[in-house]
């Protein structure tokens, strides 16, 4: 009978916004691994996703988990000109950082700490929010993304004159914002379908 | 169901035309191109909406829209609200007060443990007006509460917030349905403003 929420668990919260690894605990039933149909191991695109129980949980809707998949890794992984993957993961982490997501802070902070090598700068956007001083790129790239996360949306032209004077051109844009945006879907899954874990 | 969208909706709603230069920008990324249309067929044109129905998606998305304050996605969602059938101007006409009524500034909500500091209160979204509970139904009702909490406070989700879908007659795969739909309107809502902002900033022609 899957119309019921997951078993409660004793699990041990995470204190604060990290870049260490983190578990997630479902509050739905995921599928099972034995469950999942070809259509459902299309959808998770990477076959190493079938032991992750957020995406086995997404399965549930397979045209949509494949459709998002897709959009996800063309956003953060086509490197064909545009921004550098440190800085698409850093928008990532601003995003989750002002929703509150602390799973998705923590596996996209420890992706801008490895392409960058500014693990400091990346711990001080965590320890001190959206507002920490990350030198003037990064200042911008956070700050627009902050405003483009914001309910309703604040981003315009002020943020395009920050992210041109940070030296984006428009494909480097168009990374930024797509990027934060993306982010916006990421948070709201992991945030309300269940919890991070230690 | 509904002959499948034959424009992109995303180029539609920041009023781009194939040879804008925005368009052609949007081009570096043929797969989320290609991808952020799928995802909109994919909740909007679904195989099976016995789970979610399409009328629910169309109200959910005009809800969301209209939250958002952006004219060119509350158009387009509440027109096909409007199509779905028997009763949807009645619908609409509550989906837009409730929208109204309920919009505000996110992102709200507590923090946990040590960040605890930053917590930060906004209003707790219920639908008690009998007029709009009447017409819009326990599954609608416990769907557009869920939806103001993912677009204005997310990280105030809990175990308790789901069950309140589950009570309401929602299934689990129509529960993903529903969050991954307000969660993805939500991105491809900001995609819209972000290269709007783009679009509008003249010195790019120039640089």
């Known amino acids: 009978m899957s119309e019921t929420l997951t078993p409660e668990v004793e699990i041990v919260e995470p204190p604060r916004f990290t870049q260490d690894v983190l578990g997630w605990h479902p509050w739905l039933h995921p599928l099972d691994e034995s469950e999942l149909t070809e259509e459902h191991l299309e959808s998770l695109v990477q076959a190493s996703r079938a032991k992750n129980p957020y995406f086995r949980l997404l399965a ?10 897709k959009t996800d ?10 921004l550098p993957r440190a800085d698409r993961e850093l ?35 965590l320890d001190e929010g959206v507002d920490a001083d990350l030198g003037a790129r990064w200042n911008a790239i956070v700050r627009a993304t902050v405003a483009l996360t914001r309910t309703p949306v604040r981003f315009g032209e002020a943020e ?37 874990t230690t | 169901m509904s002959a499948s969208t034959d424009f992109d909706v995303v180029d539609h709603l920041i009023g781009l035309r194939p040879s804008d230069r925005i368009s052609a920008i949007r081009d570096n990324r043929p797969e989320a191109r290609e991808h952020l249309q799928g995802s909109f067929r994919a909740f909007f044109e679904p195989r099976d909406d016995s789970q979610f ?62 960040p605890a500091g930053e917590s930060t209160t906004g209003s707790e979204y219920v639908i008690d007006s009998i007029g ?21 406070h997310p990280r105030d989700a809990s175990r308790t917030r789901l069950q309140a879908l589950l009570d309401a007659g929602w299934s689990t795969a129509g529960i993903v349905s529903l969050s ?7 991105f491809q809502i900001r995609v819209v403003q972000g290269l709007q902002a783009l679009s509008a900033s003249r010195k790019g022609d120039l640089s």
């Open chain 1, 60 to 69: 549930r809707d397979p045209a949509a988990l494949l459709e998002r998949t």
């Open chain 1, 73 to 82: 890794f063309d956003i953060f992984y086509n490197t064909k000109a545009g």
């Open chain 1, 91 to 125: 928008a990532a982490t601003a995003a989750s950082r002002l929703n509150g997501c602390v799973y998705c802070a923590s596996v996209h902070s420890a992706f801008a700490s490895h392409h960058s090598k500014r693990r400091e700068e990346v711990q001080r956007l």
């Open chain 1, 160 to 196: 395009i004159v920050l992210l041109r004077e940070a030296g984006l051109d428009e494909f480097e844009i168009l990374d930024a914002i797509m990027s934060g945006a993306f982010f916006n879907w990421a948070n709201r899954l992991m945030l309300s379908l269940g919890e991070p």
């Open chain 2, 53 to 114: 129905t399409l009328r629910e998606r169309f109200a959910v998305a005009a809800f969301v829209a209209c939250l958002h304050g952006v004219d060119a996605a509350t158009r387009f969602y509440t027109d096909r609200l409007l199509d779905s059938g028997e009763g949807s101007t009645s619908l609409l006409n509550v989906v837009l007060a409730e929208s109204r009524r309920s919009a505000t500034e996110g992102p709200y909500g507590q923090f946990r443990l040590e």
């Open chain 2, 132 to 152: 709009s509970v009447d017409v819009l139904g326990e599954r609608l009702v416990a769907a557009l509460e869920h939806t103001h909490l993912l677009v204005f």
């Open chain 2, 180 to 186: 991954q739909l307000v969660a993805f309107l939500t």
